[in-house]
């Protein structure tokens, strides 16, 4: 009777080079992690600009979103009523946003329109960094 089957050391062998072949994955893959956080992030604050533009044609009311650096949230409220529809927090996303260019309030007229053009930039914990823009005219852009 012939047995056929691998030794150990060949068995070893094979593990060394899973291994290798996973240690030379994880950089790219934090990288990777790092990229889809930081993309994901500023799509999330542009989405939440967008839903004040909105909320503030809507019901005919200025609507500001504050931008809490401290406590890494991003609230929206409404102006006149000084009600707070929506906060959302960045803090769990791995991700820093600098205050807007034009101060830490952005405010959306009845109209749709912004009370003054301003950036956010985003920095990812990898130093990759994102962009956007919120126009006069209210639109929202990705850099």
Same mark, same amino acid.
Do not use: W
């Given at each position: ?14 593990? /060394? ?14 990288? @990777? ?12 604050? /542009? ?30 409220? @409404?102006?006149? +009523?000084?009600?707070? %529809? %929506? ?20 405010? @959306? ?7 003054? /053009?301003?950036?956010? +930039?985003? %920095? ?20």
């Amino acid at each position: 009777m012939t047995q056929e089957g691998k030794t150990l050391m060949e068995l070893m062998v094979v593990v /060394a080079i899973v291994g290798i072949v996973a240690l030379m994955a994880v950089p790219n893959y934090s990288i @990777f992690h790092s990229r889809a956080q930081i993309r994901c992030a500023t799509e999330e604050i /542009a989405s939440e600009l967008r839903l004040a533009r909105q909320l503030a044609m809507t019901h005919r009311d200025r609507v500001r979103i504050v931008v809490d650096q401290e406590q890494q949230v991003l609230t929206t409220q @409404f102006v006149n +009523t000084t009600t707070t %529809h %929506h906060a959302y927090h960045y803090g769990g996303k791995g991700v820093a946003v600098e205050e807007p260019s034009a101060g830490p309030e952005i405010l @959306f007229h009845p109209s749709g329109r912004s009370a003054s /053009a301003t950036t956010i +930039t985003l %920095h990812s914990q990898e130093g990759q960094t994102k962009q956007l823009t919120v126009s006069i005219t209210g639109r929202v852009s990705l850099l």
